[in-house]
């Protein structure tokens, strides 16, 4: 009787732990993303809890198309080489240059240059394929990538297939850290991009400038993704990204809430709000400093 | 010793369970929500878990100004209609599905960038049965270049 009672309680409790678990990472600390909203906030009941808060950084292509406007010449001196995947060998360091590969392939197919994207895919591959990968929709077969590299769209495509595909993979195998990695390293080489676009002018760039500024925002949820994750690998990374942070800090950006238009036809919602960005190029300097550094610890 | 490989038995299929679950949730993903982002580019970043009825998940996100984005809220039919609205990082409520016949999906764009939250409500079901419901759910954001 004892017995069968203990089997239950074992059996239970797993249930139970299972079914509080995340689903989809194995070392997400999901207990300390619980928060408590305030009643008043959100609805009328109680206070309700939170079971999960996700944080959004925008992918390295996304960090491309944000910089698209402000770019200059193309400079493929800034980028990392595509031909030394070669020397990435740990999960760590494959992860974070899968992820600045990514932006660096973004800068290259914003400017055109085919043969570069065509290398930086095929470097691309091999990384994922170190990581165990598998493509297998056919997304990165060489063929695909023949036929379209010759059109920005389907480059485009085939970007965000194959780093989804990562993504996803890397989740459900309980690899949610890799993927954080790849997150990480996307946005510093694209931060890295940025500041040094900004260098390359030979004015201060108030459009660029907002643009980098304007990231303190990402670096925030990056910082948070971070924490969250009990994981070595990704938590070295807190204290160099909050040196960052502390360098964002000097940047005030002040919000007005605007007017909200919503078309219900189009199905689309307007935010008119304003924003003001109180950014020097000194602080933004000081800002390609740091994330040289962290930029350089990830590519050695 | 019976007992002993009883809960080895017992441990081996709660962790399949919870391994195909994750799995399952991932493939809902793929197959039922990704095409509702079209034409807009998927980001790439996958959040979704297994939720309950009365859980609330959020998203905290960065619309950049001048993008136009789409954001898309998908769940298994079986937790019922979701609930998602929008909220500057003041708490002010900018959209709601509630208003516009839950609608999975809408579109966004902002004239300056900013940090919004992304709150997803799994609603309550009435029920005489005290077994909760849970399924998966996605919160996917798609941009235009």
Known sequence: MITKALLFSVSFGL?????????????????DNDILLDSNDVNNDHQKKVKMIFYNIPSPLEMATILQETVGDYNSEILNSFNVYNKYT????????????????????????????VNYLSSIKKLSDNLGIP????????????????????????????????????KESGRGSTAALIIIGGWVEALYIATNILKEKNDVNKEILNRIAEQKYSLENLVELSKSYENDDINEFIPQLEELQECFDKIEITYTKGEVITDEINKITTIKSKINIDVSYETVNEIGIIVERIRSSIIE | MRNIIKVIIVLSLLLSISSIASSQCKNFVKKHCLADLEPFVYDGQLNSAILTEGDIAELLLTLYAGQDYRILVCGQEILGDIEFNLFDTNRNLIFSNKDHDFTTNWDFKSNSTQQLIVQVIVPKQESSSSMLHNGCIAILKGFKE
């Open chain 1, 15 to 31: 249930i139970i732990l299972f079914y509080s678990c995340n689903s989809n990472t194995d070392e997400y600390n999901n207990s």
């Open chain 1, 90 to 117: 740990t999960n760590k360091k494959i992860a974070l240059n899968l992820g600045v590969y990514g932006a660096d392939l973004s800068y290259t197919r914003m400017f055109d240059q085919i043969q570069a994207s």
């Open chain 1, 135 to 170: 493509q297998n929709d056919g997304s990165f077969t060489v063929s695909r990538i023949e036929e379209n590299i010759d059109n920005r769209d389907s480059i485009l495509i085939i970007i965000s297939e194959t780093y989804a595909t990562a993504d996803a993979y890397l």
